[in-house]
C-alpha cells in the first residue's frame, strides 16, 4: 500500500473559521510533509515532521499550525486565513528524511472567502 | 540556492510519438533526482527517482536520464498516448537543503489522439 489520504477533498472558509486538515500513511513513514501549491506553481514547502518531530518550518505564518499527534497521522489546523491562502494543500510522506521517494496525497483544494 | 528549470513549459504532440522533457539544475550536488506526474488539480504521483550515483532508470515506456556534472536530467516518453496528458514535475533533494524538494515549474504535455 503506497497510499498517503487526504480529507477534506475540498474545504470552503471564511477568513475567521478554524479548520483542519488532515493527512494518513500507513506505509510506516518517518517522515511526513506539508506543501501549498498556487495554480500553475510548483509545490512550496511549508513543515517537515519526522519522527513525530518538528524538523522544517519554511517561515510560514503562524496561521497555519501543523501537528503529528502519531507517526500516521499529520494534521494542519487553520486559523484566521486570508484569501491569498487559497490554494492546494499537499500532504507527502517517505521512509525517512533521507534518499528516498517522497508519496504525495491527492491534497485538499482549500478557498477562503 | 538551487534552481531547477524545466523546459519546455508546454508542448503538444500527436499520439505515437516519441518525446522528451527536460530538466536542469544549478548545483550538481544532489541525493537524487525525482519526476513527477500531476493531472490537474490532483496530488503529485512519483514516476520515477534516480540516486546521485545512477545515471538512468527506467519503468515501462518512461526513462529518466541523470547527468549530475552537467546538471541535466531528462524524461523520455516512448510511443505517447492521450493518458499521458498531464503536468510532469522534476525535483531534486541538493545535498545542504535538509532533504528539501525543490521542485521545477513543470511540463505540461497534450498528447493528441
Known amino acids: 500500500d503506497t497510499e498517503v489520504t487526504q480529507t477534506p477533498k475540498h474545504l470552503v472558509m471564511g477568513m475567521t473559521n478554524k479548520k483542519s486538515l488532515k493527512c494518513e500513511q500507513h506505509m510506516g513513514h518517518r517522515a511526513m510533509y506539508w506543501y501549498k501549491q498556487k495554480a500553475k506553481k510548483p509545490p512550496e514547502l511549508m513543515f517537515v515532521y519526522s519522527y513525530e518531530k518538528l524538523s522544517i518550518n519554511e517561515s510560514v505564518p503562524s496561521r497555519f499550525s501543523p501537528e503529528c499527534p502519531n507517526s500516521s497521522l499529520l494534521n494542519l489546523h487553520l486559523h484566521a486565513l486570508q484569501p491569498e491562502d487559497s490554494a492546494l494543500y499537499l500532504c507527502?510522506?517517505?521512509?525517512?528524511?533521507?534518499?528516498?521517494?517522497?508519496?504525495f496525497g491527492p491534497g485538499t483544494r482549500l478557498l477562503v472567502l | 540556492k538551487q534552481e531547477v528549470t524545466q523546459i519546455p513549459a508546454a508542448l503538444s504532440v500527436p499520439e505515437g510519438e516519441n518525446l522528451v522533457l527536460n530538466c536542469s539544475f544549478t548545483?550538481?550536488?544532489?541525493?537524487?533526482l525525482q519526476w513527477f506526474r500531476q493531472d490537474p488539480g490532483k496530488g503529485l504521483t512519483s514516476l520515477l527517482l534516480?540516486?546521485?550515483?545512477?545515471r538512468e532508470q527506467t519503468s515501462g515506456r518512461l526513462n529518466a536520464s541523470l547527468d549530475k556534472s552537467s546538471g541535466r536530467s531528462t524524461l523520455y516518453i516512448a510511443a505517447s498516448q492521450p493518458g499521458d496528458s498531464a503536468t510532469y514535475l522534476c525535483a531534486v533533494i541538493s545535498s545542504g537543503s535538509a532533504r528539501q524538494l525543490t521542485f521545477g515549474s513543470g511540463t505540461q504535455l497534450t498528447v493528441l489522439p
Open positions: 548545483d550538481s550536488a544532489i541525493y537524487n
Open positions: 534516480i540516486q546521485s550515483s545512477q
Open positions: 507527502a510522506s517517505s521512509q525517512t528524511l533521507a534518499k528516498e521517494t517522497q508519496y
